[in-house]
């Protein structure tokens, strides 16, 4: 049987894989030894990739709600020449904000989707922006834009004397910080050789988790404590005088006012507010500041839990303090491949604070960041009275249902609406409540390349895939549904610096050829080279500042941000009712709510509450008992399982699981976390909820209940 090699697109991973196909039947994945980045790895469900296509659950074409509430195969044509319709009288009666894009994970791994539905979003006028980043990550952009950003690059991981990960699982995510060299492959491979070579490796993280068990230095923390433990490594590290004197003084303001706010974070206090013990702190500053090179980076752990801007914000004051960034005259692999190259220069780009100037939600004012509103005024946005409300909503590639804090109200806003389209694959969560599914094609069925994955690459490196089986005949490229609509109401989008003509359309190969023409590696050469390119080596050496430069500063602590630090370290009590906390994990074989439907792959058909053993003798609960757990917002049921990797007093569990139904069986679909989490803990600016660390209670069910 023909073998053609490509790559997976489920995560951002991108490993190289190769593909068993029998006339237009995918038959086998598995990973690819020889390539050049991925070395031969895949995951669980990367070597399903043939079922996600091929499942029972696939859609194979587009649906619309009936009036009974069912639904019906619909050509795409008449559905986007409806939808058009629909979108046009509700921005016509009610202005372009009514209308609002809710953009998913899945949107972001095929590098056409992305832009084109971006350049859609964009010929509607609307403001209503949202995207998953701000149920996520946001805190990133949210310090990047208080304390500015060194343009001059940053120590990369493959050259690193130390790391250190903050709430993040990179042996199972694949995530593992935020580029520059971040783990995203291999990651086995990729932590193995780096410990090999002398690299220290700190893992901060509640649980002793995969990645946790091979570092030098596991702090464990208690949940939600990453403020204080950042400021305790912050107050060893100025006390000592281990920072980067020079660096400071040429690129950053406040460091006083810095160690003023830390003053207090003794590694004493430290070690009473973050169970960590203080020698372990005083360690942990040490090994990270005297490393010559390295950084800190972080994951959800942190920029979800209850204190995760400052926390974010101090993990990268850790970083500016010790001069974790490239100087100029500094030579540096040139990781654009298929991207434009972007000069490196040793100079800062102030803060820019966008949500301070600009288009403000009616919901608490809140203001934009990279032209987005955050995904915790969503549910607000099309609930709460006004003449901009929320009626439309498109989904690409994501599932709201599931994923956004307060489920109950998530269902309830998305059934308010006047018009929801959803464009996904399958009749997910979210589809089964839409007017209309759009089903577009899947990984395999594309052709592609790995343009916006370059960033996440630890070499400069490029792969271009053919598409290897032909989709079913009803779907539609997810770009594809996007431009189509702009024409059907009668707009051209601009793709890539180009306004695309409907009466001439493009094809993906053309598309894909333009988005990269100002690489470095031809369009063609990309396409002989089978698994993909390591780019020759290029050199860039990091630039003078420009004319004008010399003044700007990174801030690291801003008025705000110092409130925020008081904040976060005046100690907070436990509720003696809600004594446990709820953390966040993933699991290797799903991908959020993708792949819970394939037979066999989830390793149960739910997802457990991991507990420590200790908890459960005392609780009186057993391996595999139903359980309840209790929050401020609401209870689920789930299964408890022993797990020694969980610290005392947490329970672990991963999200994206259950049904509407708060009675039905855990063992049969699993646990709703989002029944559990709301919006009463939100961080200011970004709207970020708490999603870590959030206080529960946890109890064996009693019998009467367990039905
Ligand atoms: N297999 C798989 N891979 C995925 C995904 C998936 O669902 N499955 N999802 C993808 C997505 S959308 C994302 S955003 C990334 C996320 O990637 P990561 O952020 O790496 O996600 P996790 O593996 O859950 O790692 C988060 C870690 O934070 C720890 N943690 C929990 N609470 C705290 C806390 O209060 N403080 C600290 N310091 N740590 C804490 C948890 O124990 C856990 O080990 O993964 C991506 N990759
Ligand atoms: N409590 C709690 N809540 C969380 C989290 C948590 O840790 N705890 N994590 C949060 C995070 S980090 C994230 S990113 C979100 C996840 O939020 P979402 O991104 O909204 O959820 P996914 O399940 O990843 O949704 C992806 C959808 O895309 C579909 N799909 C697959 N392939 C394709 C394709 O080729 N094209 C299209 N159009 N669709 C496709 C899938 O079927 C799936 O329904 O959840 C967030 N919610
Ligand atoms: S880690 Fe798994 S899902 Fe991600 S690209 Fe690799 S095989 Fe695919
Ligand atoms: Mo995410």
């Not at 200011?684 to 109890?699: D, G």
Request: charged content about 25%; glycine content about 10%; some cysteine.
């Amino acid at each position: 049987m023909p073998v053609k090699l490509s790559y997976c697109r489920l995560c951002p991973a991108s490993c190289g894989v190769r593909v068993e196909v029998d006339g237009n039947r995918i038959v086998s994945v598995v990973g690819d030894g020889l390539h050049p980045l991925s070395g031969g790895y895949s995951c669980p469900k990367g070597r399903r990739g043939g079922d996600f296509l091929q499942g029972p659950e696939r859609l194979t074409t587009s649906m619309r709600r009936t009036t009974e509430g069912g639904y019906e195969p619909i050509p795409v044509d008449v559905a986007i020449a409806e939808i058009a319709e629909r979108l046009e009288a509700i921005t016509g009666e009610c202005g372009p904000d009514a209308l609002a894009l809710f953009m998913g994970t899945q949107q972001n791994f095929a590098a056409l989707t992305m832009p084109m539905v971006r350049a859609w979003f964009r010929t509607t006028g609307s403001h209503k922006l949202f995207s998953t980043m701000t149920i996520d990550q946001s805190a990133k952009w949210l310090v990047q834009a208080r304390m500015g950003e060194y343009l001059g690059g940053r120590q990369r991981f493959d050259t690193a004397d130390v790391w250190l990960l903050a709430g993040t699982n990179p042996m199972v995510s694949l995530n593992g910080g935020d580029g520059d060299g971040a783990i995203t492959q291999n990651p086995f491979v990729t932590i193995r050789r780096a410990r090999e070579r002398g690299m220290k490796l700190i893992v901060v993280d509640p649980r002793r988790t995969e990645t946790a068990a091979r570092a030098d230095l596991h702090l464990q923390l208690r949940p939600g404590t990453d403020a204080a433990l950042f400021a305790g490594l912050l107050h060893v590290i100025l006390t000592e005088g281990l920072h980067d004197r020079e660096f400071c003084a040429r690129f950053a303001d406040g460091l006083d006012e810095l160690a003023a706010s830390v003053a207090q974070a003794t590694p004493e206090y430290t070690e009473a507010e973050t169970g960590v013990p203080a020698a372990e702190v005083i360690r942990a500053a040490r090994t990270f500041a005297h490393g010559a090179r390295g950084m800190a980076t972080t994951g959800t752990g942190v920029c979800m839990g209850p204190h995760s801007n400052v926390a974010e914000h101090l993990v990268a004051c850790l970083n500016v303090v010790c001069g974790r960034y490239l100087r100029e005259g500094e030579e540096t692999p040139n990781r654009n491949v298929l991207a434009r190259t972007t000069p490196l220069k040793a100079e800062v780009r102030p803060p820019y604070r966008s949500w301070e100037s600009g288009f403000r939600s009616r919901i608490g004012g809140i203001g934009t960041m990279n032209g987005e509103l955050p995904s915790g005024i969503l549910a607000d946005e099309i609930l709460e009275p006004g003449s901009d409300r929320v009626r439309a909503l498109v989904v690409s590639g994501g599932n709201p249902a599931l994923a956004l804090p307060d489920r109950k109200k998530a269902e309830r806003a998305l059934r308010e609406l006047d018009l929801l389209v959803c464009v996904d694959t399958r009749m997910s969560d979210t589809a089964r409540l839409a007017d209309y599914v759009i089903a577009p094609t899947m990984v395999y069925e594309r052709p592609d390349h790995t343009m916006l994955m370059e960033f996440f690459f630890a070499q400069p490196f490029a792969q271009y895939t053919p598409r290897l089986v032909d989709p079913p005949e009803g779907v539609i490229e997810d770009w594809e549904f996007f431009f189509r609509l702009a024409a059907a109401s009668g707009r051209k989008v601009k793709f890539a610096g180009r306004v695309l003509d409907p009466d001439d359309p493009p094809t993906s190969e053309e598309l894909l050829a333009i988005f990269a023409e100002r690489g470095r590696v031809p369009m063609d050469e990309l396409k002989s080279a089978h698994r993909g390119a390591l780019a020759a080596p290029d050199t860039t050496a990091v630039g003078r500042p420009s004319q004008g430069s010399s003044g700007h500063r990174l801030a690291l602590c801003p008025h705000d941000v110092a409130a925020e630090i008081a904040a976060a370290l005046s100690l907070s009590p436990i509720e003696s009712d809600l004594p446990m906390r709820l953390t966040v994990r993933r699991m290797r074989e799903l991908m959020n709510s993708l792949g819970r439907e394939i037979d066999g792959l989830p390793r149960h058909g739910y997802n457990p509450a991991g507990v420590n053993p200790q908890d459960l003798q005392r609780l009186g609960i057993d391996h595999g008992d139903t359980v309840s757990i209790r929050s401020a917002h609401g209870r689920i049921r789930a299964v408890a399982h022993t797990d020694p990797t969980v610290s005392p007093g947490t329970v672990a569990m991963t999200h994206c699981w259950g049904v509407s139904d708060p009675n039905s069986d855990p063992r049969a679909v699993g646990s709703n976390v989002n029944d559990l989490t709301g919006y009463d803990r939100v961080q200011t600016i970004n709207a970020m909820p708490t999603m870590t660390a959030v206080p529960i209670a946890i109890e064996r069910e009693v019998l009467a209940d367990a039905r």
